[in-house]
């Protein structure tokens, strides 16, 4: 009996002792094996007992494995939180990652075509490169009509072009779906026969469509309104002036309010260099023209639409303040990189 | 069309007591806008952009009408004065001059010509030469201002001749002669391109290059005494061809092939001759002339009414919508639910379906006044377009992970072309190129990435990694329109085998499947064959990756390393999984291990054959290679127990013995 409460005794003053020369994680880890572990003091010491014994003693044991338990957690805790990593820098550049770029234009793009699919169009992509029919007769420009004689268009022969506008795809989506409704945004390259601060030969577009029974101009307000406050901000107003195009009747040019000037054309005292009197032109829209309508094979009679086409490129230098669209175009990997 | 018109000489036709300001602002918003608006001593100058198809509001008289009719529906007082087509103007006859002249069938849509004698040519009113002047036009002399003049109110043009400069007074309007010559008032001697409008006096001379300048010969001077005046109404196209091949874009000209309307022209040389006679002292002394051959009957227009309220989105009042119309000039009878428009006159070529009818009353009534609705259409679903999704998917991709997206134009020039030994021929061409740096449609993305990096030597000490998506055209026999490939092109710096790895993630992020990279045969001609490969994906080719070829990367004056990947992906997009599929993870641990395989195999080749041994081969990652000897990292591991130390020896050697010879 004697005996064990003796080996009570040395336990702790061992342990004492350890604990001393223990200071690191893995010391702590072979002390627990010491004395708590299967072959430790503590499972040796329970095994000397005799069967027959002084249920103080086993409490005794008890008590020590506990005492054990707390020294060896205090002195954990101790090592875990003791400033031994003795100067950190907080201010130590970062090992770099490679970071890439997404461009504007896709940027713009993804951002345009997010908000149309969250009204419920589809986004659509169609031919860049079209026949005449698609590009212009069947849109109601008819032959020697001054519409054609432009300049502004490409020519790959007479009855091929580069689209200047992205309204071919009216007719091709008429003819995809055969019958109403049609909801839909076409997204794509255009090409104008012009060079300077506001064109480049090469342009985008995003075109609108939505055709179904009884669509009125209120509805094109709508649509409008909502992709310019969603796009632009939501303090942001649009207007419908009349305007003429061919395969529209009637014809609207959209503006929108000058987020420079706050739409009110004047910048502490003098006019706003950025807009006409507070406004900025958007783009052009209008009801779909019954013969348009015709052309892609609905009955004008039993359904009605409206229809909009407006440059990617400008809608992202009204937001951004980008001056010269062909910058926008720059491959400098310095400008490309700040986005 | 954009024109100057002034305050002074909108209120010749208009009677209100609201100010330019409050004009300018309520007119831009249904009618014709009001760009810019500035203050000048008792007056002010409008710049206005009247809409192409309405030639009628490019003058005092046009801008007045639509004032007046859009002011009332502001509640503000305004009317229309001074209406020209309200008095039937009245010519005296019985004078010894009658002309005769002799016109070409389908010129002229009407001519009409009076004489005047006893011209007393000095200069203008002072009213008169402040007037063009604030219009940007020069005052020359009391006669030639009247045409001016009238120009500016009435938006027809007019002309005179000093009838004694004239051969003859028997006119002929015909067609030019290709190479014919005339001088024209700005003193430029033109050649004719041939069928444009002239009139020639009789002794084979021309004297008026008709709706676009008249010629020097018959110019009114200081000593004029008896003059020809005419306001004719030419063919359109013929006006526009001439115009633009002469690059002469007179106002006459741009008003003519906008053809403004017929039933104006005696009403103005009414106007024109009574100012004369003011101004000029001059005194009619000929029949009135007047060549009409084909009358226009009244144009009708049913209105439903409900089409109407369906058609704007509002219910507008019946009454309101009448009076809009009348405002602008328009006749009307009701029959029950419609309203059977006569078009005035002056909208006979802009006026043509009942949803232009629609369009007069909205505006009008106010298009601000409208509610802005979202309509709501039932859309049948759709599956997703999945070029699209990979596209997006694509860019957002690399663009995070150190590639930057660039965008080139899709029109290239010859010498891009050539400097990448591809076929000129091959590609599409324009038939009217801007110029030579964007004259052919580009049928790979690959030149425009090479000319990207050529413009950033120098900007950056990094390696060079970007990538675009476009569509390249290529012609397709038997086929009209070229056929357009959505590409995505990639150029780096880095080598082949780092390169390669950037892709092979990419394919990974797409679930691109049982992708096989193989030794390139007839790869585009910019590659070096020996350091291409095929890209394959299920046994389609996809696209390639490879360098260079040098003779290509001297000519841009490029380092030795450049790889270059190009990809249809249309192609590569029907060989991606729709959806990623669950695979089981196994419970026991994997065994690694390094194996030398000494073989002159293909690497990819070896890797295939120990994948192949057994399927207790979980992966095998290459490591390195010293001559004929590559080390790889095998992956053992089994779904059912721990693998034992020999058995995975036993597989080493069952691998190792399928490399012996
Ligand atoms: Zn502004």
């Given amino acids: ?339 | 069309m954009d024109i100057i018109i002034t305050d002074s000489a909108l209120r010749k036709f208009l009677d209100t007591t609201a100010d330019a300001e409050v004009i300018s602002k309520h007119v831009s918003l249904c009618g014709p806008t009001f760009d810019r608006i500035k203050k000048v001593p008792n007056d002010y100058i409008f710049e206005i952009e009247a809409i192409t198809n309405r030639v009628d509001t490019a003058c005092s008289l046009g801008v007045a009408r639509e004032t007046a009719a859009i002011l009332t529906q502001f509640n503000l007082p305004a009317k229309l004065i001074n209406d020209p087509y309200k008095d039937v103007p009245k010519f005296p006859d019985g004078f010894p001059i009658k002309f005769h002249f002799s016109i070409e069938e389908n010129l002229v849509v009407r001519f009409v010509a009076i004489s005047m004698e006893n011209i007393n040519v000095k200069p203008s009113p002072k009213d008169t030469q402040t007037l063009l002047e604030h219009t940007g036009q020069r005052s020359l002399n009391n006669c030639i201002d009247v045409t001016n003049e009238i120009t500016l109110f009435y938006g027809l043009p007019c002309h005179v001749f000093d009838l004694d400069k004239l051969a003859a007074q028997k006119l002929i309007i015909r067609e030019s002669n290709k190479g014919e010559t005339i001088t024209t008032l700005d003193e430029e001697k033109n050649k004719l391109p041939g069928g444009d409008i002239v009139i020639e006096d009789g002794s084979g001379r021309l004297v008026d290059l008709c709706g676009i300048m008249g010629g020097q010969v018959a110019e009114i001077d200081d000593h004029t005494k008896n003059i020809l005046l005419i306001v004719p109404i030419y063919d359109p196209q013929k006006i526009r061809k001439t115009s633009l091949s002469l690059q002469k874009r007179t106002v006459a000209a741009q008003l003519y092939e906008k053809q403004p309307d017929p039933e104006l022209c005696l009403p103005v040389i009414s106007k024109a001759v009574q100012l004369l006679k003011e101004r000029a002292d001059g005194d009619i002394s000929s029949d009135i002339y007047d060549y009409y051959p084909n009358q226009r009957a009244p144009k009708l227009i049913s209105l439903d009414f409900n089409w109407l309220n369906r058609f704007v989105g509002i219910d507008i009042d019946k009454n309101n919508a009448i009076t809009s119309l009348a405002s602008l000039g328009f006749g009307g009878t009701i029959e029950k639910d419609h309203l059977i428009c006569s078009v005035p006159s002056w909208r006979y070529h802009d006026i043509n379906i009942k949803e232009d009818i629609a369009e007069e009353v909205a505006r009008i009534y106010g298009y601000f006044r409208l509610p802005s609705i979202l309509p709501c259409v039932n859309l049948p679903s759709e599956s997703t377009n999945l070029l699209l999704s990979t596209e997006n998917k694509i860019k957002n991709y690399l663009s995070a992970v150190g590639f930057h997206e660039t965008y080139n134009s899709s029109l290239i020039s010859l010498d891009m072309i050539e400097k990448n030994d591809l076929n000129p021929d091959t590609h599409l061409k324009l038939k009217n190129a801007l110029s030579r740096d964007f004259e052919y449609l580009r049928s790979s993305l690959v030149p425009s990435g090479l000319e990207n990096l050529k413009h950033n030597i120098g900007r950056t000490s990094d390696k060079f990694l970007t990538f675009e998506i476009s569509n390249v055209y290529r012609r397709v026999s038997g086929q009209t329109l070229p056929s357009e490939i959505s590409n995505l092109a990639i150029i780096s710096t880095e080598d082949y085998r780092n390169t390669k790895g950037r892709l092979e993630s990419l394919f990974e992020h797409l679930h691109l499947v049982d992708t096989a990279f193989l030794p390139g045969k007839n790869s585009p001609a910019f590659y070096d064959e020996k350091c291409t490969a095929e890209i394959h994906s299920q046994n389609t080719l996809v696209g390639h990756v490879g360098y260079i070829k040098p003779t290509v990367l001297r000519k841009y004056g490029f380092q030795p390393t450049l790889t270059v990947i190009e990809l249809d992906l249309p192609k590569l997009t029907t060989k991606i999984l729709p959806q990623s599929t669950f695979t089981p993870i196994s419970e026991y641990p994997l065994v690694i291990e390094d194996l030398t395989i000494n073989s002159k195999k293909l690497i990819g080749d070896i890797i295939e054959k120990i994948k192949n041994t057994t399927t207790l081969i979980k992966d095998v990652e290459y490591l390195n290679s010293y001559g004929t000897k590559h080390t790889f990292k095998v992956s053992f591991g089994s779904f059912e127990k721990n693998l034992e130390q020999n058995e995975v020896n036993n597989l080493k050697e069952i691998i190792q013995k399928q490399f012996t010879v």
């Fill in chain 1, 1 to 339: 009996m004697g005996t064990n409460l003796i080996e009570i005794e040395n336990i702790k003053k061992e342990l004492a002792s350890d604990l001393k020369k223990s200071s690191s994680l893995e010391g702590i880890d072979m002390l627990k094996t010491k004395y708590l572990g299967k072959q430790g003091k503590i499972n040796i010491l329970f095994k000397t007992l005799p069967i027959k014994t002084d249920p103080k003693l086993g409490k005794k044991i008890n008590d020590l494995k506990d005492l054990i338990q707390t020294k060896l957690s205090e002195q954990l805790t101790t090592i875990l939180t003791s400033d031994n990593k003795m100067s950190f820098d907080v201010s130590i550049p970062g090992t770099p990652m490679p970071r890439g770029s997404l461009h504007l234009i896709s940027q713009a793009i993804e951002e345009i075509e997010n908000i149309f699919v969250s009204l419920g169009f589809v986004r659509r992509r169609y031919p860049e490169v079209d026949t005449d029919w698609y590009y212009a007769e069947g849109l109601n420009i008819p032959k020697g009509h001054p519409a054609r004689d432009d300049q502004e268009t490409f020519y790959l022969d007479d009855n091929i072009v580069l689209t200047a506008h992205t309204s071919n795809g009216q007719l091709h989506e008429m003819e995809l779906k055969k019958t109403p409704p049609i909801k839909m945004i076409n997204i794509g390259k255009t090409y104008r026969r012009q060079i300077d601060t506001t064109h480049t030969p090469m342009f985008h577009q995003f075109e609108g469509l939505v055709i179904d029974k009884d669509i009125n101009i209120t509805h094109l307000l709508g649509v409008t309104e909502y992709f310019a406050k969603s796009y632009f901000g939501q303090d942001r107003h649009t207007r419908l002036r009349p305007h003429h195009f061919q395969f529209t009747e009637p014809s609207f040019e959209i503006d929108i309010t000058c987020g420079v000037c706050s739409g009110s054309g004047m910048v502490e005292k003098t006019p706003c260099k950025v807009c006409k009197s507070g406004w900025l032109e958007l783009g052009g829209a209008g009801m779909v023209h019954p013969n348009v309508i015709k052309n892609g094979g609905f009955n004008p009679e039993e359904c009605s639409g409206f229809a909009f086409g407006w440059g990617v490129e400008r809608v992202l230098m009204m937001k951004t303040g980008i001056p010269d669209i062909r910058l926008i175009y720059s491959d400098d990997i310095r400008f490309l990189n700040q986005f």
